[in-house]
């Protein structure tokens, strides 16, 4: 079983600066995809940031300039550091881990979800 335990969230002021961070422990064999997603009120859940195994990035285009995903793979860990925060931005952001367990089962995992809201 895989388990991710997310951190980071809180209240930022517009214009402010906050870095999620998401840890995976448990029996991996290998991570691939890792992703950011969040969900505000009466919204449905939508992606924020990827990263691949390979490092390729992919973000969407509302949070493109301002947002940063990163992972360090021996850590098995991912931060999403946010700039330039909006109050549109707020919502609850989880975690996603895609993987392997053993060569012939996969997993996919969510985090708990972290709470971000962006006001003054």
């Known amino acids: 079983q895989v388990q991710l335990v997310e951190s980071g969230g809180g209240l930022v002021q517009p214009g402010g600066s906050l870095r999620l961070s998401c840890a995976a422990s448990g029996s991996i064999f290998s991570i691939t995809d890792v992703g950011w997603y969040r969900q505000a009120p009466g919204k449905q859940r939508e992606l924020v940031a990827s990263i691949t195994n390979g490092g390729r990035t992919n973000y969407a285009g509302s949070v493109k300039g301002r947002f940063t995903i990163s992972r360090d793979n021996a850590k098995r860990t991912v931060w999403l550091q946010m700039n330039t925060l909006k109050p549109e931005d707020t919502a609850v952001y989880y975690c996603?881990?895609?993987?392997?367990?053993?060569?012939?089962?996969?997993?996919?995992?969510w985090g708990q979800g972290t709470q971000v809201t962006v006001s003054s």
């Open positions: 996603n881990f895609k993987g392997r367990i053993t060569l012939r089962q996969e997993f996919d995992s």
